[in-house]
């Protein structure tokens, strides 16, 4: 079984489920998994896992249970993972997902599901505004003040728009969160592993939120 913390991230898109993962990560030196940085890492690469995702992606599809379970299997299977535990942010977004990673990580395994609640109207403005360093995946907020060329505060890399933040792929993925990923809320309730935070605030009243609960376990 993997050892050290180990926390989910659920939420809807732009519930700041990367923001917060970034600075969790750094707080107890966890690796922050994001099922979505590693597939966007594999369409830059031009892999052919890449070039089989790429257009589900940009359209804000869901990719297959099968591929992306593999993918979590293997990463989780790293050895600092083993050693320091993970933060997982975008995985599991079906059950389906969720009962590989209870096959994955052992029964029991996880310390908290935490689900960031912002209502549907408040992303839609935040992912338009959203722009992400390619390299470290750090998060930033366009303002009315265009910045070309945009490098990251962290680590100099290019500050970019995602490809699927165009209002079209935006509705597709909060539809299919009501649909595929609303219901592990229950999955996650009926085993006493689900801790709702609300995700409205700053990011730093929403950090304190978060760590106060996984202080507590
Ligand atoms: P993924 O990369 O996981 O994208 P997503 O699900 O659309 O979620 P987001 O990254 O948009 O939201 P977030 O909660 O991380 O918000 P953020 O912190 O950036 O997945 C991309 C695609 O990959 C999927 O559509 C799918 O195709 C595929 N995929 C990935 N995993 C999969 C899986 N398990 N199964 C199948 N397919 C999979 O915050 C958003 C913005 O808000 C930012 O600009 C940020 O600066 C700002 N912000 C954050 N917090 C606050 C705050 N407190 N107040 C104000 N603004 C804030
Ligand atoms: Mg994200």
């Not at 030196?29 to 896992?49: F, K, N, Y």
């Not at 995946?137 to 366009?142: I, P």
Request: hydrophobic share 35%; glycine share 10%.
């Amino acid at each position: 079984m993997t050892k050290g913390t180990r926390i989910v991230l659920l939420g809807r898109q732009g519930s700041g489920k990367g923001t917060q993962c970034v600075r969790l990560s750094r707080h107890y030196v966890v690796p922050h998994i994001s099922t979505g940085d590693m597939l966007r890492a594999a369409v830059r690469e031009d892999s052919p896992l890449g070039r089989s995702v790429a257009e589900v992606i940009g359209s804000g599809g869901l990719v297959s249970d099968d591929l992306i379970v593999e993918l979590v299997r293997e990463r989780l299977g790293k050895a600092d993972a083993r050693r320091r535990g993970f933060l997982l942010d975008g995985f599991p977004r079906t059950v389906a997902q969720a009962v590989a990673l209870d096959d994955i990580s052992g029964d029991g395994a996880l310390n908290a599901v935490i689900d960031l609640v912002v209502p549907r109207e408040m992303v839609l403005d935040r992912l338009s505004a959203r722009r992400v360093c390619r390299d470290c995946g750090a998060n930033y907020q366009a303002g009315p003040v265009v910045r070309s060329p945009w490098t990251c505060d962290t680590c100099g890399g290019d500050v970019v728009q995602r490809d699927d933040d165009t209002p079209e792929s935006i509705n597709r993925r909060l539809d299919l969160y009501e649909t595929q990923t609303a219901p592990l809320i229950e999955f996650y309730g009926a085993t006493n592993r689900l801790f709702p935070v609300d995700g409205v605030g700053t990011p730093d009243q929403v950090f304190e939120r978060i760590t106060s609960i996984i202080d507590a376990r």
